[in-house]
């Protein structure tokens, strides 16, 4: 089955750091891009950032520029998604997504992980 | 980089009904990179529309998109129970990608 599998809910104190993970299977994770989707509670998307797991390139949202970075593995067929500072403001949910191309869409969406950030 | 505006923030209608959103870009925006998803609560999001108008894969074709300019437009001809939900409009550009900030189809 092709999907992308995310790591668990993790709660967290502000100031803290964290990563969350997105794992592909059942098609080639180098051949296509992983993008970073933000939703605050109650809110919209909001494209994050995104990478080519086949050199590490990427690129970032003006809006997240400088507060998360966006690395994968893919020999481990990983994409993660770091913060070394946590602020209260980055709770939400986060969802990884497929891009095959510009002209395709996020055409696979993984489940989701749930960061709460409270003291 | 292109604004998204989707109309209206809330549709409600019965099912049957027909049902169409309205996504407006504040910059050209090619016909080829404008994708829709659907959002159904506690769910990820769901691709169904690609390049304006393509239907992506397992998508029932009561779902259509039209381009015109910078306007595009989402059609659910006949609502079903399960397509009560919110909608995204998404564009690239300029190596960029943005979303709408949706509409929600409620039953009326």
């Known amino acids: 089955e092709v999907q992308l599998v995310q790591s668990g809910a993790e709660l967290k104190k502000p100031g803290e750091s964290l990563t969350i993970s997105c794992t592909g299977s059942?098609?080639?994770?180098?051949?296509?891009?992983i993008a970073w989707v933000r939703q605050m509670p109650g809110k919209g998307l909001e494209w994050m950032g995104i990478?080519?797991?086949?050199?590490?390139?990427?690129r970032y949202s003006p809006s997240f520029q400088g507060q998360v970075t966006i690395s994968a593995d893919g020999s481990l067929g990983t994409a993660y998604l770091h913060w070394a500072t946590l602020r209260a403001s980055d709770v939400g949910i986060y969802y990884c997504?497929?891009?095959?191309?510009?002209?395709?869409?996020?055409?696979?969406w993984g489940q989701g992980t749930l960061v709460i950030v409270s003291s | 980089e292109s604004v998204l505006t989707q109309s209206p923030g809330t549709l409600s209608l019965s099912p049957g009904e027909r049902a169409t959103l309205s996504c407006r870009a504040s910059?050209?925006?090619?016909?080829?990179?404008l994708s829709w998803y659907q959002q159904i609560p506690g769910q990820a999001p769901r691709l169904l529309i690609y390049?304006?108008?393509t239907r992506a894969t397992g998508i029932p074709d009561r779902f259509s998109g039209r381009a015109s300019g910078t306007d595009f437009t989402l059609t659910i001809s006949r609502l079903e129970p399960e397509d009560f939900a919110v909608y995204y409009c998404?564009?690239?550009?300029?190596?960029?990608?943005?979303f709408g900030q949706g509409t929600k189809v409620e039953i009326k």
């Open positions: 997504a497929r891009l095959v191309s510009a002209q395709s869409g996020f055409d696979l």
């Open positions: 059942g098609y080639r994770f180098t051949n296509d891009w």
């Open positions: 990478i080519d797991p086949a050199d590490s390139g990427t």
């Open positions: 910059q050209s925006v090619s016909s080829s990179y």
């Open positions: 390049g304006a108008s």
């Open positions: 998404q564009c690239y550009g300029s190596a960029l990608y943005t």
